[in-house]
T-cell receptor
Framework: EPEVTQTPSHQVTQMGQEVILRCVPI?????FYWYRQILGQKVEFLVS????????KSEIFDDQFSVERPDGSNFTLKIRSTKLEDSAMYFC?????????????FGQGTRLTVV | AQTVTQSQPEMSVQEAETVTLSCTYD???????LFWYKQPPSRQMILVIR??????QNATENRFSVNFQKAAKSFSLKISDSQLGDAAMYFC?????????????FGKGTSLLVTP
């Protein structure tokens, strides 16, 4: 069964450093998303991406964040200068389309620890 | 902004019994979608069941069913014949009926413990 793959599973970085979280969405999907979950809290939407541009983003997704689809398979989330409060589980998701109740498939997440 | 409330941080059920997880939401829209996601210890979010607000019939997927009360803005999940593998965090989520993006708005989750 096709699945969304995220790497690495766990990343530790020093405050102020840049990190790139990587995702390989399901191959025929066209819509891509990033969510994050701070430990013990709810899952929060960050951004959605379609046709090489952001289609929607939340207040959390400020100038420190960027997304990119550098090639035909990868979808990345970059945090330019990490803060302690960026420590969270980051989930990538993809869907065939955005309309109606199409299911978004989630990856297993990358745990980011900022020290 | 739409808010999703799960008032039960933890629930416990015995194997083979039935349990109901509560979810309420706040919205001014008439068309939208509701979902229940399961997050086992592996942390991956797995879709359990979905409901379109314009459908009056409650969704059912095998042992999982919902009680959707649109006027009350309530969307509870019933798990019948509970199994040990059902133990997980369960998140209720709302998605507006719109063309832009796919922003799921999640509740804080309910941790379900299944005891033998």
């Amino acid at each position: 069964e096709p699945e969304v793959t995220q790497t690495p599973s766990h990343q530790v970085t020093q405050m102020g450093q840049e990190v790139i979280l990587r995702c390989v969405p399901i191959s025929n999907h066209l819509y891509f998303y990033w969510y994050r979950q701070i430990l013990g809290q709810k899952v929060e939407f960050l951004v959605s991406f379609y046709n090489n541009e952001i289609s929607e983003k939340s207040e959390i997704f400020d100038d420190q964040f960027s997304v990119e689809r550098p090639d035909g398979s990868n979808f990345t989330l970059k945090i330019r200068s990490t803060k302690l409060e960026d420590s969270a589980m980051y989930f990538c998701a993809s869907s065939e389309e955005r309309l109606r109740n199409t299911e978004a498939f989630f990856g297993q997440g990358t745990r980011l620890t900022v020290v | 902004a739409q808010t999703v409330t799960q008032s039960q941080p933890e629930m416990s059920v015995q194997e083979a019994e039935t349990v109901t997880l509560s979810c309420t939401y706040d919205t001014s829209e008439s068309d939208y979608y509701l979902f229940w996601y399961k997050q086992p210890p592996s942390r991956q979010m797995i879709l359990v069941i979905r409901q379109e607000a314009y459908k009056q019939q409650n969704a059912t997927e095998n042992r999982f069913s919902v009680n959707f009360q649109k006027a009350a803005k309530s969307f509870s999940l019933k798990i019948s014949d509970s199994q040990l593998g059902d133990a997980a965090m369960y998140f209720c989520a709302y998605r507006r009926f719109a063309d832009s993006g796919y922003a799921l708005n999640f509740g804080k989750g309910t941790s379900l413990l299944v005891t033998p």
